[in-house]
């Protein structure tokens, strides 16, 4: 497997915007230019949504936006369910999934790692090896990063797989993480909502702006 590496400066950073619950919020989110979008699953969630659901509101995604499920711990019989009736979709896996559960369904996927001190993501995804992403988060107590950043500089280089950056960005502080860590995308909930699960249309639009500027600062500079 090929190490993966930082992205050069033009590269443009993918969005995914996750916990969306109304049609209106998965307009705004598509018109703002985002790549994906978050269903949320997990029924201990406030953001979450039923499969059906899910399925509503990926109805409104043009092609080439991706519906993305998150699970945490969920039945093998559900993740069938999900993809039969979402096969368009990827599965995020946030929970305490073992590589054999996230790979038993055959359908691509990517993983949440829960970044504290001590933690050693290259290991980690490496269990993963056919993960499509893995997706970094704040380590608090239950699932979910919980809108809490967490250190950046626990994040090693060589990671085997693109990286999604997430925990506690928002419309303010996702230019630096851009620019710092140089992710292949990031992932934002809790920072673009008015509150929980009810997004918030300025700044939804504000966050993929600040994700935009930060692409084309790094084009001219040629430097992060």
Request: glycine residues 8%; charged residues 20%; hydrophobic residues 45%.
């Amino acid at each position: 497997m090929t190490p993966f590496r930082a992205p050069p400066a033009d590269h443009r950073t993918r969005i995914k915007i996750c916990g969306l619950t109304r049609e209106t919020d998965v307009n705004v989110a598509v018109d703002a230019g985002v790549d994906a979008v978050g269903f949320v699953l997990y029924e201990k969630s406030p953001r979450h949504v039923t499969l059906d659901r899910a399925v509503t509101l990926a109805r409104q995604l043009p092609p080439f936006v991706t519906p993305v499920l998150l699970l945490v711990n969920a039945e093998a019989s559900f993740v069938s369910e999900a993809i039969a009736r979402l096969p368009q979709a990827l599965l995020q896996f946030h929970g305490d999934e073992t590589p054999d559960q996230c790979e038993q369904s055959g359908h691509p996927y990517i993983r949440a790692a829960r970044m504290a001190s001590g933690f050693n993501l290259l290991d980690f995804a490496q269990r993963f090896a056919n993960a499509q992403a893995m997706l970094v988060d704040a380590h608090v107590e239950g699932y979910g990063g919980g809108g809490k950043l967490f250190d950046w500089s626990l994040l090693p280089s060589g990671l085997p797989c693109p990286m999604i950056l997430s925990a506690g960005l928002n419309p303010d502080n996702v230019t630096d993480g851009v620019r710092q860590v140089r992710p292949w995308a990031v992932d934002v909930s809790s920072g673009v909502e008015a509150a929980k699960g009810i997004k918030d249309a300025v700044l939804m639009r504000q966050f993929c702006q600040a994700v935009r500027a930060a692409d084309r600062q790094s084009a001219e500079t040629g430097f992060f």
